[in-house]
Structure formats: structure tokens, C-alpha cells
């Protein structure tokens, strides 16, 4: 039941609501990327705090932790009970971090805003596939893809547009964020809760809590079918996002290994990208419930890594720039993190499909904060063709996971799927 005062909001206006969380992640992603420079000017700390704070923010560690609580807590109580808490503990970080007067109190920032982030996105990922008919499931999967993109193109641009302001365009584009989170809070009050998630729990009231399997980490980790999937998926998924976390974190780095020096034509450049990822999204929501999803996959897949053979292997100069935008920024609207957000849900039982997605999630930003942490001396000792091979053999793990063992879940329900995977639902 929606709260009292709260309008309801149901169909594509829920989806979009919900989508929001993936504005806030990828929107929280840039602006510490964006401005990183700025914070370092100001309190002069040196490459291995800058990768300490890009290890504990929402690209990684301080995410992590948010899916590892939020999952599980989102099978219990509800999805909604998740939107009631996750964005006022957003708010708060990036309050800190547009206010921050020294680089500790930009960690604490960091944290705070990765854990809400990470808390947020199973529940929002799980909510939209729950809800969308199955027939549309990828379209309304893809909004939250979509929302992703935008994010960073938006971000980029205002990081353009406010970098003569120095720090205090850095400060306002953190609470650009804090009046977007506060918009989608106030909007999700009048949210339902998930219909399947009612209905599981609507058994359990009838005829007690062994009328289906358990939920949480300990049913999830006790079915092979759920172990096979958790391996498929951080195989598509988590390799992918290897990558995808170091370009969003750090690519005014590797921008500047590839002779692009200044900040605002970095900006402008991956606002294009970013853009580029809202057209592959427009195409995975039109094609997504149309054609082969293996294919879809493959194509956008093979696309992200011939956009890193051509910004790492080709001569500096514009060409590989623009190659590189075109490319990654495409694939990246019809790549692995869409087909992540759909397959997740749909290969697993509501009442572990949260827990799924929050482990998943977990084990996504660890392996981004492993790389983080050593990324900006990484590519200064190595220089960027080791570290672009490197970036290019993980993706291709990515590829050949996903195309070889994508699921045929393509027009079916989640309750067929249930049947078809557990022989019964559970």
C-alpha cells in the first residue's frame, strides 16, 4: 500500500522512479572522476589516496558493502523498504562531499554515498523485472540502462561547463546530485511494493515459511542451479564491469596517456561517449524482446573491445578518440550491465532473486576496487598498451561467457522460467 500522502505511481512512471538509482550511481561515478583533479589540488594528497577513495566509493568497495547488506535485507522486508532508508543515507554523503573541508571527510563522503549506491541497485534492478510484463521485460530493464547513461552524459557535460569554476564546480555538481536524489525519494513514497514479492510472502502467511524455500545467501548458495548462474554472471558481468569501473573512474587518466591533455575536451569528449550509450540503449530496449538476445550480446560485446584495440593500439591523435567514443560508449548501451540486470532476475527465485543481485553486485565492485587501487601507478609504470591488453583479455572473458551460455528466457515469464530452471516454482 502506498503511504498516506504519497501519490500512487504504478507502470512506466514506477519504472522510471526506480531506474533512478542507476542515474545516482553512474551520476556519483563521474563526479568523483570528474572531479578528482580539483580535490587533489586543494588537499594535496598523492595517487595512492586517489586510489584509495576510488577503491571505497560507489565504483567499489563502498558499493559492495551496500549490495552484500541491501540484497538480502530487500528479500525480507520488501523492495520498498530498501527506497524508504537507501537515498537519505545518499543525501547525506554527498552533502559531506560538497561541503568537504579536507580529504578525510571527502572518504567518509565516499563511502557513505557507495554504500546507499550499493543498496539501492539490486532492489531497483530486481523491482523493474518483477514488475515489467514479459513479453516487454528488456525494454523495461533497458530504462535502468538508460538512466545509467544518462547520468555520466549529463554529468560530463556539467563537469565541461563548470570546469573554469575549479572546486567549486566540483561542489556543484555534488548537489546537483543531492536534489536528484531528493526528487527520486519523494517520488518513490507513493511506489507498491513488487507483486511477486507479496505474493511469496502471501504463502508464507498461509501455510507457513516451508511452504517455500528459504530465502537469503544460505537457499540462494544451496541450489546448483543457482550456483551455475552465479558463475555465468560474474563471468558476463563482473569482468565487464572490471573494465567499465576504471573507464569511468579514470579516464582523464587514460585520456592523458593517449595525449589528450585538456580537462574540458576530455569532458566534452566522454559526454559524446556517454551520449553514444544512450543511443545502444535505445537499441537494446527496441531489440531486446525482438531479436536474438545471444547475438544482441555478441554484437555489444565485440564492439567494447574494438573500441579498446582502437584507442590503445592506434596512433595518438583524434581518430582514436572519436573511434573509441563511437564504439565503448555503444557497446556499453547494449552490453553486458543490460543483459546483467535482465538475466539476473530472471534466472533466479523471488525470494533469493534480491540476494542474487546483491552478491553479484558484491563481487562486481570488489574486482573494480582490486584494480583501483593500483590503476593510476598501474599506468604510469606500464604505459598504456600493457594495461590496455590486459583491460582487452578481461573483456574477452566477458564475451565468451556470455555468447556461449546466454539463457533462453527470451518471452517467458518469470514464473515459466522458475518451473523450467527448478522443476517446480519454489
Do not use: C
Amino acid at each position: 500500500m502506498a503511504r498516506i500522502g504519497a501519490k500512487k505511481v504504478t507502470g512506466w512512471k514506477a519504472t522510471i522512479a526506480v531506474a533512478m538509482s542507476n542515474y545516482i550511481e553512474s551520476g556519483s561515478i563521474i563526479a568523483i572522476s570528474t572531479s578528482m583533479i580539483f580535490w587533489q589540488q586543494a588537499f594535496g594528497f598523492d595517487s595512492a589516496f586517489e586510489g584509495l577513495l576510488a577503491a571505497l566509493s560507489a565504483n567499489a568497495f563502498g558499493a559492495a558493502v551496500g549490495a552484500i547488506i541491501g540484497g538480502p535485507l530487500s528479500d525480507r522486508y520488501g523492495r520498498k523498504f530498501i527506497y524508504t532508508y537507501d537515498l537519505i543515507l545518499y543525501m547525506v554523503g554527498v552533502l559531506i562531499a560538497a561541503f568537504a573541508v579536507n580529504q578525510w571527510m571527502l572518504l567518509v563522503a565516499f563511502i557513505l554515498t557507495g554504500i546507499a549506491v550499493g543498496a539501492g541497485v539490486p532492489a531497483a534492478w530486481t523491482y523493474i523485472a518483477e514488475e515489467a510484463p514479459s513479453e516487454r521485460r528488456a525494454a523495461h530493464v533497458g530504462t535502468a540502462q538508460l538512466a545509467w547513461s544518462v547520468g555520466p552524459a549529463i554529468g560530463f557535460l556539467l563537469a565541461a561547463f563548470l570546469a573554469p569554476a575549479g572546486l567549486i564546480g566540483a561542489r556543484v555538481i555534488f548537489l546537483h546530485l543531492f536534489v536528484i536524489a531528493f526528487i527520486t525519494w519523494w517520488v518513490r513514497r507513493g511506489l507498491e511494493e513488487s507483486k511477486n514479492w507479496k505474493d511469496t510472502q502471501a504463502i508464507r502467511t498461509k501455510q507457513g515459511a516451508k511452504a517455500v524455500a528459504g530465502r537469503g545467501f544460505k537457499a540462494l548458495l544451496g541450489r546448483k542451479q543457482n550456483l551455475m548462474a552465479i558463475a555465468f554472471l560474474i563471468g558476463v558481468y563482473a569482468f565487464w564491469n572490471t573494465v567499465a569501473g576504471q573507464a569511468g573512474m579514470f579516464m582523464p587518466n587514460v585520456y592523458r596517456a593517449s595525449g589528450l591533455t585538456d580537462s574540458a575536451q576530455q569532458y566534452y569528449l566522454q559526454a559524446f561517449l556517454w551520449t553514444m550509450t544512450v543511443v545502444g540503449t535505445f537499441v537494446f530496449i527496441w531489440l531486446g524482446d525482438r531479436m536474438s538476445r545471444r547475438l544482441l550480446f555478441f554484437i555489444g560485446a565485440a564492439l567494447g573491445i574494438a573500441g579498446w584495440v582502437v584507442l590503445v593500439y592506434l596512433p595518438d591523435g583524434p581518430l582514436p578518440l572519436w573511434g573509441f567514443a563511437i564504439l565503448w560508449g555503444f557497446a556499453s548501451g547494449i552490453g553486458a550491465q543490460a543483459f546483467y540486470g535482465l538475466w539476473t532476475a530472471e534466472l533466479f527465485a523471488t525470494q533469493y532473486r534480491a540476494s542474487a543481485q546483491g552478491l553479484l553486485f558484491f563481487a562486481a565492485r570488489i574486482m573494480v576496487g582490486l584494480l583501483s587501487f593500483g590503476f593510476p601507478i598501474w599506468l604510469d609504470v606500464l604505459g598504456l598498451p600493457t594495461l590496455g591488453a590486459i583491460l582487452i583479455a578481461i573483456l574477452a572473458v566477458s564475451l565468451i561467457v556470455g555468447t556461449v551460455w546466454a539463457p533462453d528466457t527470451q518471452g517467458k515469464s518469470l514464473e515459466q522460467i522458475e518451473r523450467e530452471r527448478y522443476g517446480a516454482e519454489v
